[in-house]
């Protein structure tokens, strides 16, 4: 047993000596400073965790998609092998750090795009890859500009959206069309610089309130994502990093019942296309946050009468083929009182039916206002007005309507 013992602590060393050895060539995705400003498409391997990792001598293909690399202007794709941590290039042997390889323009975009169930005066975009002469769509948003905040977005299990036939090259802008890009630019710039890190968002906060002296007992605003990277699979985890993305969450809510909420999701989502099953959800955001000040609630907007916080984030699942739902909604509002309890929570909630939602329920975490008070409702029952109310008719109504077990 001792020797059994001492041959598994060695091999674990040598098998942690290897990954972290310097002579690989490991990129982290998720490491903005570690990577070039538009990184390519590692398209030979997978990503494991959000890194792709290769063995000295082992080759790596990278690809540009559409664009062309910043230091090789005439190529979309190379060739390199990993030596001693760099990169040597096949056609021309230069030895290469990895932010020496980066794109002209980043592979995935965030553009506008018409969306179904999403019209004026809210913008359709779509989060997408683009490759050769067409586009693989692995997202659509629909987009508040004028408040600054996504309102819905949408996502597949089967990792990419199927969408009516369109036109995805680009076309010669209006002059309003143009108009609309410049100012999607500066909306996009301005979330941005909000968002980059929550210490000022922590300031911008505090001079909000400043007047009311309010006691925010250790709370702080971050930046949350409506669309978890924990949706997508391999390299695509990189458009849940989109501007349009992101919304202020209370960090107990972020870090609380949102993060269990979406880990269920993922894991539900990952369940379906291992069973074969499609299965949509959109994730959304509903109504204002508000904090309760001297004078009254105080509506919480972090740039003028924009970027707001929103009040509730909330997910729905469906399985159309099945005809059946499940909405949930987290309460964005770690400061809610008892008594405002009962007008916040819209339904009688469905949570502990549900059998997916296992970081969710456990310890009935949940039921916790402190980390974001969440709960299910059927779809007919959920009531938020930026839910596509054209959903219904895929969903069956009562018990039979609810989805609430786990593929396998």
Not at 101 to 127: A, K, M
Not at 175 to 203: K, P, S, V
Request: charged share 25%; hydrophobic share 45%; with cysteine.
């Amino acid at each position: 047993m001792l020797r059994a013992l001492l041959l598994l602590c060695c091999l674990q060393s040598a098998l942690l000596k290897d990954v972290e050895d310097p002579s690989w060539c490991v990129i982290d995705l998720s490491c903005a400073e570690c990577t070039p400003d538009n990184m390519p498409l590692v398209t030979s391997a997978r990503a494991a965790d959000g890194t792709v990792r290769a063995a000295p001598g082992d080759e790596l293909a990278l690809s540009c998609g559409a664009g062309r690399f910043a230091a090789y202007p005439l190529r979309a794709d190379l060739t390199v092998r990993c030596d001693a941590g760099r990169y040597r290039v096949a056609h021309d042997a230069a030895l290469l750090s990895l932010l020496d390889l980066g794109c002209q323009e980043n592979v995935y975009e965030d553009v506008q795009h018409s969306v179904e169930h999403c019209g004026p005066p809210l913008q359709g975009r779509s989060y997408q890859l683009r490759a050769g002469g067409g586009a693989r769509h692995l997202a659509a948003m629909c987009y508040d500009a004028d408040r600054a905040l996504p309102v819905f977005a949408r996502v597949s299990s089967a990792g990419t959206l199927q969408l009516a036939p369109h036109a995805d090259a680009r076309a010669p802008l209006s002059l309003l069309g143009n108009f609309d890009q410049m100012f999607d630019a500066g909306t996009r710039h301005a979330a941005e610089r909000l968002f980059a890190d929550d210490a000022g968002l922590a300031r911008r906060l505090r001079e909000i309130m400043r007047p009311e002296r309010f006691d925010f007992a250790g709370q702080k605003l971050t930046a949350g994502r409506l669309l978890s990277p924990l949706y997508f699979d391999d390299q695509d985890v990189r458009v849940a990093e989109f501007a349009s993305n992101k919304m202020a969450v209370w960090r107990s809510v972020a870090e609380g019942n949102l993060a269990h909420l979406q880990a269920d999701v993922a894991a539900l989502l990952r369940g379906a296309r291992r069973a074969g099953r499609a299965v949509d959800v959109y994730a959304g955001t509903s109504g204002a946050g508000a904090l309760r000040a001297a004078g009254g609630r105080r509506a919480l907007r972090l740039r003028g009468a924009r970027f707001p916080v929103p009040r509730y984030v909330w997910a729905v699942v469906v399985d159309r083929a099945a005809g059946r739902s499940l909405a949930v909604a987290v309460l964005n509002d770690p400061f809610v009182a008892v008594s405002e309890v009962r007008e916040a929570v819209f339904c009688d909630s469905l949570c502990g039916r549900a059998g997916w939602l296992r970081e969710l329920r456990r310890l009935r975490g949940y039921e916790v206002p402190l980390y974001g008070l969440a709960f299910c409702c059927s779809l007919h029952n959920f009531t938020v007005p930026e839910l596509p109310s054209a959903l219904l008719q895929h969903v069956r109504p009562g018990a039979e309507g609810l989805l609430t077990d786990f593929y396998t």
